[in-house]
C-alpha cells in the first residue's frame, strides 16, 4: 500500500517537471513570506521591550503619577568592561526590582552611573534597600561594586504608557511595510501555485482524453453500460480532486514543514526550553492524523464509486428520455435515481465523520501546547529567567507555527481522496490500446479498393470467437451485401476492415498490404463510414457533414447533402446550413440525422465505403433518391453494405450470407435462391407476398 503511494505521488510530481523555475520562484517567496512573518513577532517584542525598558537619550513620555522620591546615585564598577547588552540587563533588573531609573551613563570602561528613584512608600528607610539592591544586581551582572550618595526631590514616576517618541513612529511603519511586504509576497506565492495547479489540470484532461482517442473500440464495448458515466466522471470529477495536489497539497508538503523549521531554529535562539516543549506538539498530532488518513483513504474510495453511480444513472436516463417516458417508468427512474443519491449520501457522511475529527484533535493538542507555555513561561517570568520581551515574541512565534501545522493537517484530510482519485484517472491514462500501430507503418497511396480476408478468425474474448475462418476476396469497385440472422458477424466483419479490433488469426488484406503494417490514419482516410447510430455532434448542420473533411468548401458541402437527399430539409431550416443541431442531434427526426450521416461518407468520397443498415431509417421517397445517390457514390468503390432492405441487396454486385461467425453462401440474388439455402428461406419467410415492395425489410 505504502509503495503504491509513494508510486502514484512520484507520477504526480512528475507534472511539476516543465514548472521548474515556478517552483524554485515559489519556494523562495514562501521563505520571504515565512522570515516577515517572524519579522511582525521580533518588532512586536521590540515595542515592548521599549514599552517597559528606557533607552539612553530619548525622552520619556509622561508619567501617570507625581510623587516625594528618594533620590540615589550609583555608581556601579565591574571587574571587567561593560557590555551593551549589561547595560539592558541592568536596567530590566532595577525595574524588576521596583525602583526606577531616571538617568544612567557611562563613566570608563568599567564603570557606570545610574540615578534610581526609590519611592518612598516601599520602605520607610531606603537606605536600607542598598545592600538588598546590591545582592540582586550582583546576581544578574557578577562581581559588581555599589557607591551611593543620597537625596530628595519630587520626580515624575509610575508606569510608563507609552515608548519612547521614536518607537511610536517608526516602529509601526515597520509593521506596515512587513505586512504589505507579506501580502505582496504571499500572493505571488499563491498566483504561482495557482497557475502550476490549473496548467497541470489542463495537461493532465487533455492527455486523458487524448489517450481515451487512441484506445481501441474494444475499451469501450467491453463494458458498455455505465462506461459513459464512468469516464466522465474520471475526467471532470476525479481531476477537480486531484487539483487539491497540484495547488494546495504538493506544496504545503514540500513548504509547510519549511516553515515549521525555520520557526523553531529561531525559538531555540529565543529560549530552547520552551521552543523543546511546542515541538512536542508535532509527533502528538502527527500519530492520530496518519491514522485518520489511511481510514479516510478507503471511505475516499467509496465515495467516488458512489458519485459516479449517480453519473451513470444520468447519463443513461437521459440519453433514452424517451424510452422511459414511453413504457410509464418515470417513477422507477426516479426511485433508482434517489437509491443512487442516498447509497453516495451515507457514504459522504461516514467520510465527513471521519474526516471531522482533523479539527478537535489539532486544536485540542494546539490548546494544551498553549496552556503548558503559559504556565511554563509564568514560571520563568517569576524566576527571572524570561522577560516580558521574548514573551510577546514567543507568543507571537507559537501563533507562526500553529498555521503550518494546521494546514499540514488539512493536506493529510484531503490528501487520501486526492490520492484516490489520481489512481483511477492513472488507471485511465495506463490503459493501452489493443490496436497497436507498427513500427514503420506504410502509408496508403492511391487505393484502389482490394479487400482479402484469409483465413480471419476474431473473438472478443478468447474463449468465445464471433468469427470463424472468414475467407473473402472483394475486387476494387465491388459492391458486397452481408446478410444472416442477427449476431451472425456482419457488423464484426466490416469492423475488422476498418481495423477497429484485430483478428485472432488470420489477416486482412487492403491493396495487398497487411491491414497490421498500414498506418491507420491512411486507412481510415481512404474509408466512409456510415453506422447503423447515427452520431452528430454540437454545431452546424455543416459542421457536421465536414465533420470528416473539415477543410470542404461550402459547395462541396451543398453537393453532398443534395446527393443524399438532405438538402431541402437543411434549407429550410431557420439559419440552413448554419443551424445548430445541438448535443446528439436532438433537433433533428431520425430519417434528418441519417441523411447527414450519408452526406459525411460522400463528402469523404472514399474508396472503401462501409454502409451499416444506411437506408433503415429513410422512408420510401427518400431513400430512392439515396439509393440513386450511392449507385453513383459506389460506381468504382468497394463497398460493404449491411441492409434488410431488399432493394439494397439485390443491386449489390455478390451477397455474402453468414450465420454463426461462419460465412455460409456468396453468390447473387438470383444464384441463392437457386441454391435453396439459409438466403433463400430467409427470403421466403420474408418476402412472400411482398415481392413488389422493395422497401420491405430482410
Known amino acids: 500500500m505504502v509503495k503504491r503511494r509513494n508510486l502514484m505521488l512520484k507520477r504526480v510530481i512528475q507534472y511539476f517537471s ?81 525602583l526606577t531609573v531616571l538617568s544612567s551613563g557611562r563613566a570608563g570602561d568599567s564603570a557606570m552611573a545610574i540615578r534610581v528613584g526609590v519611592p518612598q512608600d516601599l520602605a520607610k528607610d531606603p537606605l536600607k534597600m542598598l545592600p538588598m539592591l546590591q545582592q540582586f544586581l550582583q546576581k544578574r551582572l557578577g562581581s559588581l561594586q555599589v557607591y551611593t550618595s543620597a537625596e530628595e526631590q519630587t520626580v515624575q514616576s509610575g508606569f510608563r504608557l507609552f515608548p519612547q517618541y521614536y518607537t511610536i513612529f ?152 424517451k424510452i422511459v417516458k414511453a413504457f410509464g417508468m418515470e417513477k422507477y427512474e426516479i426511485d433508482r435515481f434517489q437509491r443512487e443519491t442516498k447509497s453516495s449520501y451515507k457514504a459522504t457522511i461516514a467520510g465527513i465523520q471521519l474526516g471531522k475529527m482533523f479539527s478537535p484533535i489539532i486544536e485540542v493538542t494546539i490548546s494544551i501546547a498553549i496552556s503548558a507555555f503559559l504556565v511554563y513561561s509564568g514560571i520563568l517570568i517569576l524566576h527571572d ?50 490496436v497497436v500501430e507498427a513500427t514503420n507503418p506504410v502509408e496508403l497511396g492511391n487505393v484502389t479498393g482490394s479487400v482479402e480476408f484469409e483465413k480471419v478468425t476474431f473473438g472478443y474474448a478468447a474463449d468465445r470467437t464471433v468469427l470463424q475462418d472468414i475467407d473473402l476476396r472483394v475486387n476494387p469497385g465491388e459492391v458486397i451485401a452481408l446478410v444472416g440472422p442477427s449476431g451472425a458477424g456482419k457488423t464484426t466483419m466490416v469492423n475488422l476492415v476498418g481495423r477497429f479490433y484485430d483478428p485472432i488469426s488470420g489477416k486482412i488484406l487492403i491493396d495487398g498490404h497487411n491491414l497490421r503494417d498500414i498506418k491507420i490514419g491512411s486507412l481510415r482516410q481512404s474509408m466512409g463510414i456510415v453506422p447503423q447510430e447515427t452520431v452528430l455532434f454540437r454545431g452546424t448542420v455543416a459542421d457536421n457533414i465536414a465533420y470528416g473533411k473539415i477543410n470542404a468548401s ?13 438538402h431541402e430539409f437543411i434549407d429550410q431550416m431557420p439559419e440552413g446550413y448554419q443551424t445548430k443541431v445541438g448535443s446528439r442531434g436532438t433537433t433533428l427526426s431520425g430519417g434528418q440525422r441519417q441523411r447527414i450521416a450519408i452526406a459525411r461518407a460522400l463528402l469523404r468520397d472514399p474508396k472503401i465505403l462501409i454502409l451499416d443498415e444506411a437506408t433503415s431509417a429513410l422512408d420510401t421517397q427518400s431513400e430512392i433518391l439515396v439509393q440513386d445517390a450511392l449507385q453513383k457514390l459506389m460506381k468504382g468503390r468497394t463497398c460493404f453494405v449491411i441492409a434488410h432492405r431488399l432493394s439494397t441487396i439485390r443491386s449489390a454486385n455478390r451477397i455474402v450470407v453468414m450465420q454463426d461467425g461462419r460465412i455460409v453462401e456468396v453468390g447473387t440474388h438470383d444464384e441463392l435462391l437457386v441454391l435453396d439455402g439459409l438466403y433463400a428461406m430467409l427470403y421466403k419467410t420474408q418476402f412472400r407476398n411482398q415481392e413488389g415492395d422493395s422497401n420491405t425489410n430482410i
Open 554 to 566: 461550402m459547395e462541396e458541402i451543398i453537393a453532398a447533402a443534395k446527393a443524399a437527399n438532405a
Open 385 to 434: 529567567t524570561l522577560n516580558p520581551s521574548e514573551f510577546i515574541t514567543f507568543a507571537f512565534l507559537m501563533a507562526f507555527l500553529a498555521e503550518p501545522i494546521r494546514s499540514l493537517s488539512g493536506v493529510y484530510f484531503n490528501f487520501p481522496k486526492a490520492l484516490v482519485a489520481a489512481e483511477r484517472v492513472f488507471d485511465l491514462i495506463d490503459q493501452k490500446s489493443e
Open 18 to 98: 516543465p514548472y521548474k523555475k515556478r517552483l524554485i520562484a515559489v519556494f523562495f517567496l514562501s521563505i520571504l513570506v515565512s522570515l516577515f512573518t517572524l519579522s511582525d513577532a521580533w518588532l512586536m517584542g521590540r515595542m515592548t521591550e521599549a514599552i517597559f525598558y528606557r533607552t539612553k537619550g530619548m525622552p520619556l513620555s509622561v508619567n501617570v503619577s507625581i510623587t516625594k522620591t528618594k533620590i540615589f546615585n550609583l555608581s556601579l564598577v565591574k571587574n571587567v568592561p561593560w557590555q551593551p547588552a549589561d547595560k539592558k540587563i541592568l536596567n530590566a533588573a532595577i525595574n524588576e526590582y521596583g
Open 170 to 321: 517608526i516602529l509601526p511603519f515597520f509593521v506596515i511595510i512587513f505586512y504589505f511586504l507579506r501580502g505582496v509576497f504571499t500572493y505571488g506565492q499563491n498566483y504561482l501555485i495557482g497557475s502550476i495547479g490549473q496548467k497541470t489540470i489542463m495537461r493532465l484532461r487533455n492527455q486523458i482524453y487524448q489517450n481515451l482517442q487512441n484506445l481501441s473500440i474494444s475499451y469501450f464495448e467491453r463494458n458498455k453500460t455505465g462506461q459513459t458515466g464512468q469516464l466522465i466522471s474520471r475526467i471532470l470529477s476525479d481531476i477537480n480532486e486531484i487539483n487539491f495536489l497540484f495547488t494546495s497539497g504538493i506544496i504545503n508538503i514540500a513548504l509547510k514543514p519549511l516553515m515549521v523549521i525555520i520557526g523553531l531554529i529561531w525559538g531555540f535562539t529565543i529560549n530552547w526550553k520552551l521552543t523543546l516543549m511546542f515541538a512536542l506538539v508535532i509527533p502528538c498530532i502527527a500519530f492520530p492524523v496518519s491514522y485518520l488518513s489511511k481510514k479516510l483513504k478507503a471511505v475516499n474510495k467509496q465515495i467516488m464509486n458512489k458519485n459516479a453511480d449517480i453519473t451513470d444513472v444520468l447519463e443513461e436516463t437521459l440519453t433514452g428520455i
